[in-house]
């Protein structure tokens, strides 16, 4: 096949290859095409793998085995061992021990505290040849997906310091389909490892990060070889005013929200009602800006899901006049840090922000930063301020919730994960109730009151082509395809 270019116009190019870095949005794309993982998802939303020779889960042992393939290589030739796979399991439990299913593994919260986790396994986690036993505490529903997950991308044991857990290789050897030839600030480029030739995808692709406003986005849009990757909110914000009407487009499932969150260290948001009476005004300045085009929703979880509110069902905080007025002169008089990135094309969370902070404080100034420090100015009280996007696996969506809010997972959950209740109340999920549903709405309704994380709009993902004949029908099941998965495959060697 020829080589195919994906199109990035509204994220930078990785900054990790780690796949503990894996739960930044800039970084698991790349990572899928780099790594294995034990378990992968087909497009028809079956568990399979390229890695283990079986996996099973016995759900009245509380167990899983999962054997590895005796035979598989890293790219630069040495051979993936047991212990490979079992790191990339285990480093992911000593980081973050209360990660979804991670947690109920028998012995690991109190292996996680050791100085040194890593130099044992915990006791829940046996080797026994090319086979990994896992036991847990507590009988799961779909325990196998996780481990499907890219934070569980398998890299050399070598690679890993045992005593730090940090990660040692600059860009470890991969171990998935791709291996990549070229990176910079603008692109990757990724050939086709020859081990794997049962894989009918081409033999070259590039991830090519732009912008709308750039000569190289317009320079490849109409290019056969060419596919655009992006969230519908592009699409209708303005952003992508030139793209070809006669484009094809494969959309990804009606499952994405996004959300601001807020620092509550940072007064007056420290007080939950003003973070309340802001996104208020936040959430109206959005409607004033783009009701007719994009979808707003207060609810974490979009129509298709479970749990789902409208906006009127979301009983808001009874707020007096007086105390609206008290917050908005609090957020004016504290002179609250807040940035922007150094873009010339602002992200739509930036315009809203920016008018909403105009509206609030007109004399209030944004600082201006590059995309990668958002992060650190978040958590450290530089900004007030936080947008993401997330959305949930049809296969797992309870797990994927409890994953949204695992402690030191995130940056952008970061308070709001550490609320007791939302805790309290997400553990407390049990998808074999009959108040699931209900139990959710819950959640949705917590959320909203404790205002730290706040879902403002609903949003899909999509493909797009030029050459209808690159991208392939998309099963709404699956959340997050592999990127060489849209692709049409050939029949035929290349």
Not at 377 to 405: C, H, R, T, V
Request: with cysteine; net charge negative; aromatic share 10%.
């Amino acid at each position: 096949m020829k080589p195919v270019n994906f199109i990035f116009f509204d994220m930078p190019a990785p900054n990790s290859f780690d796949p503990l870095d894996a739960d930044n949005g800039i970084n698991l794309n790349a990572m899928r095409m780099l790594y294995l993982t034990p378990l992968e998802v087909s497009l028809d939303n079956k568990l399979t793998s390229t890695i283990l020779k079986s996996f099973k889960y016995d759900r009245e042992n509380k167990e899983i085995s999962l054997e590895v393939h005796s035979d598989l290589l890293f790219s630069d030739g040495s051979k993936i061992e047991v212990n490979d796979v079992v790191i990339a399991i285990t480093r992911m439990a000593s980081r973050r021990p209360k990660f979804p299913v991670l947690k109920d593994i028998e012995g690991v919260q109190e292996w996680a505290k050791l100085e040194a986790p890593l130099k044992q396994l915990p006791k829940g986690i046996q080797v026994v040849g090319q086979t990994i036993k896992i036991h847990f505490t507590k009988q799961h529903s779909s325990p196998l997906f996780r481990f499907s997950l890219e934070l569980f991308s398998i890299i050399p044991s070598r690679c890993i310091d045992l005593n730090s857990g940090k990660m040692t290789c600059a860009t470890p050897p991969f171990s998935g389909y791709y291996a990549l030839v070229k990176s910079d600030a603008q692109s990757l480029s990724f050939k086709k490892r020859t081990e794997y030739k049962m894989l009918q995808y081409p033999q070259d692709i590039s991830f090519i990060y732009t912008s709308p406003t750039q000569n190289l986005f317009k320079e490849y849009i109409e290019r056969d070889d060419t596919v655009i990757y992006g969230m519908d909110l592009r699409l209708k914000d303005g952003t992508l005013q030139d793209i070809p009407q006669s484009m094809h487009f494969e959309w990804l499932p009606a499952a994405r929200f996004v959300y601001l969150s807020i620092n509550p260290n940072i007064k007056p948001f420290n007080d939950p009602l003003c973070r309340v009476v802001f996104m208020e005004v936040f959430r109206e300045t959005t409607k004033v800006l783009f009701q007719n085009h994009l979808t707003l929703s207060s609810s974490l979880f979009t129509p298709i899901m479970s749990g789902y509110l409208k906006d009127e069902e979301l009983t808001q905080m009874p707020l007096s006049p007086e105390q609206e007025a008290s917050c908005l002169d609090r957020i004016v008089h504290e002179k609250i840090p807040w940035h922007i990135s150094d873009s010339s094309n602002l992200a739509l969370s930036e315009k809203i922000l920016f008018d909403t902070m105009k509206k609030i404080a007109p004399q209030s100034k944004p600082h201006i930063t590059s995309f990668s420090e958002r992060d650190s100015q978040f958590l450290k009280g530089e900004n007030s301020f936080y947008a993401g996007s997330s959305g949930f696996w049809a296969e797992d969506p309870i797990g994927d919730l409890q994953m949204f809010f695992t402690p030191k997972l995130h940056n952008s959950t970061a308070f709001a994960g550490h609320s007791t209740m939302l805790q309290q109340q997400l553990s407390e999920l049990d998808d074999a109730s009959s108040s699931l549903a209900l139990d959710l709405k819950q959640i949705n309704t917590t959320l909203y009151h404790e205002a730290l994380l706040n879902v403002f709009l609903h949003s899909r993902r999509f493909f797009a082509a030029h050459n209808k004949e690159l991208l392939q029908s998309l099963p709404q099941a699956v959340s997050s395809p592999a990127f060489y998965q849209v692709l049409k495959a050939e029949s035929s060697n290349d």
